[in-house]
């Protein structure tokens, strides 16, 4: 087996407030392989997307890394100077995020802001450098690419800039893309299409793909494989289906419980089932299982440490009662008590 | 833009007219008239020298038709005779305005320029030394009082350096012409464009230092960094061009500002400008020539506030003018 593109071993993010610091992130490790597009899912608040800009070292502060290692086409980021790190940044590893409204500079060109990319990695012309940039905005299926070169993002609709986004983030052929909720601003339409332009680009180009999201659908249509973080840990990891057909966490479950569905229930409606409760806080952490207090199978060991990780259904799971998937209705209401 | 232009040109004589109205009548409210401080001067007035005065004057007439016969000239663009002065206002006007306009001109562009510049480098090393110092300092300037930093700077550079001249505009024995003239200019005026200056200089220091941190929390900041650019390219090319708007924002609204601040700064220094000419005017009762003045400035402010607009369109993409 050849080494993955993208190693991430034992990673822990610490925010620093005063004299305390607080972990945002804890001892995570996964790793994704080339073409590979890797989930990870999670509720707001649960570290997906400091996880996603530690990935290129730019986790802003008052936070850091404060254990672990990412590692990325096996060079240690860790060990590599700011200087390096740039270099690293945008051409081996590059990020597309949540916002295309904002995530684009309104008094540059989009043609500009792509250039820029390709310019500060590369020692070629500027005209050679604006050739590429239009390829690339044909590349993804902007219209008119030559025109639209030189609109200014507030012209162009969301989807369209998210497309200019992904053009900027593939200029340099990356090994990884590292996609933050890339559609969660988006149509549904048009996220079905920035979907499937970055599944059609990730076959052309072999580039792994960590794809952030909260979205179960998102993740069930263009994820080869899925990590459940929960509070900062990884809860559970596993290939798509298997975790589709059976989950194992009771958290995963509740996620994928409270899915919408169409045509269940009178008239197609039915209430939306939720997970009890919320994220707790950096500074609220329970010790023992964090997911505990929302959990209706939670018991007394589950409080005292926290559950570590064994393999399981062809993953790995972080639960001390996975194995009671079907629990029978009578204890879950002495559970509930 | 033609008819952006066409229509801001429209509302900017309705503006210009409103405020020569507004003046007018807030000038009637001060006690006394020119016959009277004409009168006061003069030592011993009869009540027959005030009436012919005013009568000279045009201040014996109700005052409807003095308010008509203002409009009137407004509107043809006449700005009177000064009778304390024994000139036309627009004569007056016309002496005095380019000094004024050369000492606004040279502290704002001061002011912005290296205020600007502070503000950059304490941003770009926000919470370390320099952040510090360049933040104390503009402090500093911006809590003391302008007359008497230009007092202390006449005190320092003038009195015990000797290095540059105390007041006026140009050395009188001199009789210099061409570049000459214009360096014995140049250096009569860095005192007092210094002392207007660095007020305002604190202020686009700390504003330049705000704009610039808060466009470094913004989203498109990250993507430039997240792209692997260098920090100095993304100071200059994504943040400070968007810091910019602010900052002209604030320039177009103390331009009208800093007209009344040059009062101060003409009298310390002596300077033959329009502020010092309202001053004298105001005291004197010559409501002709204080009328002209105001007129004129608020022409100045009114244009100044256009081509704030203007800048904007070139430097944010996303205001159109329509």
């Known amino acids: 087996m050849s080494e993955p593109v993208l190693a991430v071993e034992n990673l822990s993010i610490a925010f620093a407030s005063g004299r305390t610091t607080r972990r945002a992130v804890h001892d995570l490790s996964f790793a994704v392989d080339r073409g590979e597009t890797l989930a990870i899912v999670g509720e707001s608040g649960c570290g997906k997307s400091i996880t996603a800009l530690s990935l290129l070292g730019l986790v802003p502060p008052p936070g850091r890394i404060d254990g672990g290692r990412v590692r990325l086409e096996g060079r240690d980021l860790a060990a590599l100077s700011e200087a390096e790190l740039r270099k690293v940044r945008g051409a081996r590893i590059a990020m597309i995020f949540q916002e295309p409204m904002t995530a684009l500079n309104p008094v540059l060109t989009i043609g500009e802001q792509i250039m820029e990319a390709i310019l500060e990695h590369e020692r070629v012309g500027r005209a050679a450098a604006r050739d590429r940039a239009i390829a690339l905005l044909e590349r993804v299926h902007i219209p008119d690419a030559r025109r639209r070169f030189s609109d200014f993002p507030h012209r162009l609709s969301g989807g369209m800039r998210q497309r200019v986004m992904i053009a900027m983030a593939l200029a340099l052929s990356p090994a990884v893309l590292v996609a933050d909720e890339p559609t969660t601003a988006l149509d549904v339409t048009i996220q079905a299409q920035i979907l499937d332009l970055m599944d059609e680009l990730k076959r052309e180009s072999g580039t792994a793909v960590v794809l952030i999201t909260h979205d179960l659908g998102v993740v069930a249509q263009h994820a080869d494989r899925v990590l459940v973080m929960y509070a900062g840990r990884k809860v559970e990891e596993r290939a798509t289906a298997d975790l589709f057909a059976r989950p194992l966490h009771p958290y995963t479950r509740g996620l994928i419980a409270a899915r919408p569905r169409l045509g269940s229930g009178r008239f197609g409606r039915q209430r939306l089932v939720e997970i009890p409760g919320t994220v707790p806080s950096l500074s609220g952490r329970p010790s023992g299982c964090a997911f505990a207090p929302r959990c209706a199978l939670a018991e007394v060991a589950c409080t005292v440490a926290v559950p570590p990780l064994v393999a399981a259904g062809g993953g790995s799971v972080a639960c001390l009662r996975s194995g009671d998937v079907h629990v029978p209705e009578h204890r879950r209401e002495a559970l509930d008590a | ?322």
């Open chain 2, 1 to 322: 833009m033609a008819r952006y232009l066409k229509r801001s040109l429209g509302q900017i004589a309705f503006v210009i007219i409103g405020i020569a109205v507004i003046n007018f009548f807030l000038l009637r409210l001060a006690p006394g008239d020119a016959a009277q401080v004409m009168a006061g001067e003069a030592g011993s007035a009869t009540p027959e020298y005030m009436a012919a005065l005013r009568q000279q004057f045009g201040l014996d007439q109700p005052l409807y038709v003095q308010f008509l016969s203002y409009l009137k000239n407004v509107l043809t663009l006449n700005l009177g005779y000064s009778f304390r002065q024994g000139m036309p206002v627009s004569e007056l006007i016309a002496l005095r305005l380019p000094a004024t306009l050369l000492l606004m001109g040279t502290s704002i562009a001061f002011a912005v320029s290296v205020g600007g510049t502070l503000g950059f480098l304490a941003a770009r090393h926000a919470g370390r030394l320099a952040d510090t110092v360049i933040s104390s300092v503009a402090l500093v300037f911006y809590a003391t009082p302008v007359f008497w930093i230009g007092v202390m700077l006449v005190v320092v550079f003038s009195v015990l350096l000797d290095w540059l001249p105390v007041g006026g505009m140009a050395s009188i024995e001199s009789g210099l012409t061409g570049l000459g003239y214009a360096a014995d200019v140049a250096q009569h005026l860095i005192l007092p464009a210094l002392t207007l200056g660095l007020f305002y200089l604190a202020i686009y220091t700390r504003l330049m230092r705000a704009s610039m941190l808060e466009v470094y929390g913004q989203d498109f900041v990250r993507t430039a960094r997240a792209k692997g650019v260098r920090p100095r390219r993304i100071a200059l090319r994504h943040v400070l061009r968007n810091a910019l708007l602010p900052i002209v924002t604030t320039l177009g609204v103390q331009l009208g500002s800093i007209l009344g601040g040059a009062i101060l700064v003409e009298t310390v220094f002596a300077w033959p400008g329009l502020g010092r000419l309202a001053f004298e005017a105001l005291f004197q009762r010559d409501l002709n020539l204080l009328l002209g003045i105001l007129f004129c400035s608020s022409v100045v402010v009114v244009f100044v506030n256009l081509a704030v607009d203007l800048a904007y369109t070139v430097l944010d993409p996303r205001i159109e003018l329509s």
